[in-house]
């Protein structure tokens, strides 16, 4: 079979242990100037089995370092350090990738029931579909409010300790690499390089040298040199140091995520409510438990407007808002779908709309003593004398639809006699005679004929429209878009990032002087060899160009 050709291939030095893999041809490597030997393994029945199961067993999942992205969050899992046993054995189950993997695991589970079963108000309707164990049951693991129960936010702090846990664990390593200074004395870089990363100059070999760290240092930093006894020139130069911290980037922003989220679901609320037009509210009634919740402010909703599509369907809420602090207009704003508007950390979104009873009712009154009937536009709250002066009557309360039986007022008689009967006019009265005749004689208050000799009846009612907003307050969101915008920056510096370093060597050759270049990149070595291979072509297009010494020159 044929051998493996140099792994070191295009000056990035193999760094896979042994055990890692195996492979059919392995060469061993003898002295420098020694052919390598290659020994050939028969690749029949049994050694072909004898070879999986060492190359399986050889794949340790502790030595592999690797990226998991799930859900959105990636957790770097790199290389455990081999030591001794810790003897807290908290910390060691804290530590543990397993853990990691089960309790991702667990919440993407999770997730999958928060997405398939309705929460909050949704899940109501499945609740009554469901039998009353399995409703039951539901409730008791907080099914239908899945991602505010106590159980998922305990998942979630485990994670976010198990992710500091294991942060904590590696993050010396990370520091000891960014840290350290690489030495820039090493030969074994050099030992099986590729011929196409070294080339021969004739020229002075201090003049090439000093040439090679002047452009070296211009494109790289924190470069070092060393010169050996056999006169051998060695420089070393770094750039991506940062990326060895990418990964815990992206740590500290999942981390944020879920302190967000967590800030947000216990210090934050959602709520409801509808501000009739012209009206004032200071309350909201939370969505959860429908208690009431007092603002720090007031909201007036000064105007409602809604347009509508030729065929009838809404095509535009408006509502024109003021927002009173002290009694005084502090902000005001146009809310629209889709476009909320936030005063002190609080958010008003247009939900919905509808109308309601507004404060005017037409009103018919006839008398049995001939006297001409008399039609008024009576306000709520106001008083109205009755024809012939003898008594007064006033509207004390509107309904849009009272008793389900449509839009009605209350009238209160007001007579010198004492007699002050309180009587309920509905504007579709011969419809309710006709289905529960009657019920206008056996029940007083709602005869339109109990204060003789006058007759009532509601002709028709003022509507008016409300605005139904939607309130929320998150203080955790904007700890949620940090942690959104540190994550992409993680992920870039993580992936498209790396920790790479470049060693020249510079010593006497037959041709003159011999340039080497070698490197090591922490990930992507594919690019890294390219970008090695432009480095080294540029580097020495540049000493060709150099103009000679003086001394070359004589």
């Known amino acids: 079979m044929q051998g493996l050709r140099n792994p070191e291939k295009r000056g990035v030095p193999s760094r896979t242990p042994q055990g890692r893999g195996m492979s059919v041809t392995q060469p061993f490597r003898y002295a420098q100037g020694r052919e390598p030997v290659e020994r050939q393994m028969v690749f029949d029945g049994k050694s072909g089995k004898l070879f999986c199961d060492c190359a399986i067993k050889s794949m340790m999942i502790k030595r592999l370092g690797f ?42 589970i999770g997730s999958v029931f928060g997405t398939l079963i309705p929460q909050q108000e949704s899940a109501m309707e499945l609740a009554h579909k469901l039998s009353p164990g399995l409703a039951r049951l539901f409730s008791s693991f907080q099914l239908f409010d899945l991602y505010h129960s106590m159980w998922f936010r305990f998942i979630i702090a485990l994670l976010a300790a198990n992710l500091i846990v294991c942060s904590i664990n590696r993050f010396p390593a990370s520091l000891r690499r960014f840290r350290g200074q690489p030495s820039p004395e090493r030969p074994k870089l050099f030992a099986n390089l590729a011929p196409q990363m070294a080339f021969a100059l004739n020229r002075d070999l201090e003049e090439v040298s000093n040439n090679t760290s002047a452009y070296f240092r211009e494109r790289y930093k924190r470069v070092r040199s060393a010169t050996t006894a056999q006169g051998e020139h060695y420089l070393v130069g770094e750039r991506g140091r940062c990326a060895n911290f990418g990964v815990y980037l992206v740590h500290l922003s999942v981390l944020l995520i879920l302190l967000g989220g967590l800030v947000g679901s216990i210090f934050g609320f959602e709520a409801f409510v509808n501000v009739p037009e012209g009206a004032t509210v200071e309350k909201v009634r939370l969505r959860k438990t429908r208690a009431p919740r007092r603002l720090p402010f007031a909201v007036r909703c000064d105007k409602f407007s809604l347009d509508f599509y030729p065929n009838g369907t809404p095509k535009e809420y408006r509502s024109d808002l003021s927002f009173l602090v002290d009694g005084k207009v502090a902000h005001r704003g146009v809310l629209l779908v889709n476009h909320p508007i936030t005063f002190k950390g609080i958010t008003f979104y247009q939900a919905s ?22 039609s008024f536009e009576a306000q709520l709250g106001k008083t109205y004398d009755l024809p012939g002066g003898h008594a007064k009557f006033e509207v004390v309360d509107i309904r849009s639809n009272f008793m389900g039986m449509g839009p009605a007022v209350q009238v209160q008689v007001r007579a010198p006699s004492g007699r002050n009967p309180g009587i309920w006019l ?31 009846s509601l002709e028709k009612i003022e509507s008016r429209y409300y605005t139904g907003l939607q309130v929320s307050k998150d203080p955790g969101v904007f700890i949620v878009w940090t942690g959104f915008f540190m994550i992409v920056v993680g992920l870039f510096v993580t992936f498209f990032m790396s920790h790479r370093r470049i060693w020249i060597r510079i010593s006497k050759s037959p041709q003159g002087v011999r340039v080497e270049v070698a490197g090591i990149a922490s990930r992507n070595k594919v690019g890294f060899a390219k970008e090695l291979d432009r480095f080294r072509d540029k580097l020495q297009d540049y000493l060709l160009e150099a103009p000679p010494s003086q001394a070359e020159t004589a």
């Open 426 to 456: 509905f504007q579709n009265q011969e419809k309710i005679r006709r289905r529960f005749p009657g019920i206008f004689e056996k029940f007083p208050q709602l005869n339109p004929a109990a204060f003789e000799p006058f007759v009532f």
């Open 353 to 374: 709309y509808g109308t309601i009873a507004g404060n005017m009712g037409r009103l018919r009154i006839a008398s049995k003593n001939g006297v001409e009937d008399s």
């Open 67 to 108: 990226e998991l992205l799930i859900g959105g969050c990636t957790l770097g899992i790199m290389e455990e350090p081999n030591r001794p046993d810790d003897p807290n054995i908290l910390w060691k189950i804290f530590s543990s990738l397993k853990l990691t993997l089960a309790l991702l695991i667990v919440l993407a």
